[in-house]
């Protein structure tokens, strides 16, 4: 019996890069608790058991799915304002994901499985990305 997992996609706004998603996370971010960041979010997915069976989320950066992090669990956040907010609590680690094209999008959007793009093989995550227009023209005719 196949355990039923689904994955949330999300835009990181104004990261350039994967490095610059996980400098923010570890270093500048104020939405750390005990040591683990979290993405706080407006709306709690209904999907949360789905989610929190093995689900990721996956980062667009600039136009491009370009890595995941798994789901650890949700928390409530209560705030100033009295309203209640999703914090969805990462894994500490990123791992880079074969590149994806994604067209921009509000909040996050859940992701089927068979739509994840795959993990990148360790150690290929340092190498150097394809120039955009590059990776668009070989996904636009199905080599990516």
């Not at 996370?25 to 999907?47: E, L």
């Amino acid at each position: 019996m196949s355990k039923n997992i689904v994955h949330l996609i999300k835009l990181s706004v104004g990261t350039e890069n994967v490095e610059q998603l996980v400098e923010w996370q570890r270093h500048r971010s104020q939405q750390v608790v005990n040591g683990q960041y979290y993405h706080q979010t407006r709306m709690w997915p209904k999907r949360e058991a789905e989610i929190l069976n093995g689900g990721s989320i996956y980062w667009v950066i600039k136009g491009e799915i370009s890595a995941r992090q798994r789901i650890i669990r949700l928390d409530e956040k209560i705030g100033a304002d009295g309203i209640r907010r999703c914090g969805i609590v990462l894994d500490s680690e990123v791992i880079p994901t074969v590149s994806a094209l994604k067209r921009p999008f509000q909040g996050w959007r859940y992701l089927k499985p068979e739509d994840a793009p795959a993990d990148l093989p360790r150690g290929r995550g340092k190498e150097d990305v394809l120039p955009v227009e590059l990776n668009r023209a070989l996904a636009e005719i199905g080599v990516l």
